[in-house]
């Protein structure tokens, strides 16, 4: 089933933090938004139902995170429209954490998986998915769809560093999933 994004927060509800993008739950639809750079990378991950629900499981619970080396802080199990998460990357004092928040979910016979979007704060503006899929032949695949835009001075000076950390970032989140859904 589809879960919507939240509807708008109650005034002095929990976190002054808002959506930095207008396009909240664009990543469900084929065509991304213009005007943001566009990542689409897709990975087999195994076949048959027991790869699916490891795989979809991994997604939904933040195990896929943990288990690919970023750290991620959430008081939710798993993955629903309106769960924040902080994700970390790096050690010690050059560890850097990033607010997000879940907008929306699918948790199907087929499909399974979650996005979220950029919250003020992120150095980047923008949403990401990550969907497992069992195909009708019983293929497993994870795709990871985003679309994002520098927020901050030093992501627009990186420039197209970004964009290539992000697909070895993908890479190594479909990586990960497939060493997980194969056990």
């Known amino acids: 089933m589809n879960r919507p994004a939240p509807g708008p927060r109650r005034p002095g509800a929990a976190s002054p933090r808002r959506f930095t993008y207008p396009e909240v739950g664009a990543t469900r639809s084929p065509a991304l938004p213009d005007g943001y750079h566009h990542l689409r990378h897709r990975t087999l991950v195994g076949h048959g139902r027991g790869a699916f629900e490891a795989a979809g499981a ?75 899929e069992q195909l009708p032949d019983g293929s497993v695949w994870f795709t990871v769809t985003a679309f994002s835009r520098p927020a901050r001075w030093y992501t627009r000076v990186a420039g197209p560093l970004v964009p290539v950390a992000q697909r070895w970032y993908a890479r190594r989140l479909g990586r990960t999933v497939r060493r997980i859904a194969r056990g």
């Open 58 to 132: 991994a997604v939904t619970t933040w195990r896929m995170h943990r288990a690919s080396g970023a750290r991620l802080r959430t008081d939710a199990v798993r993955a629903e429209p309106g769960v924040r998460v902080r994700v970390s990357v790096g050690a010690g004092p050059l560890q850097y954490g990033v607010p997000c928040e879940v907008v929306w979910t699918a948790y199907e016979e087929r499909r399974t998986g979650f996005a979220y979007g950029t919250l003020t704060g992120h150095p980047e503006s923008g949403e990401e998915a990550f969907v497992v």
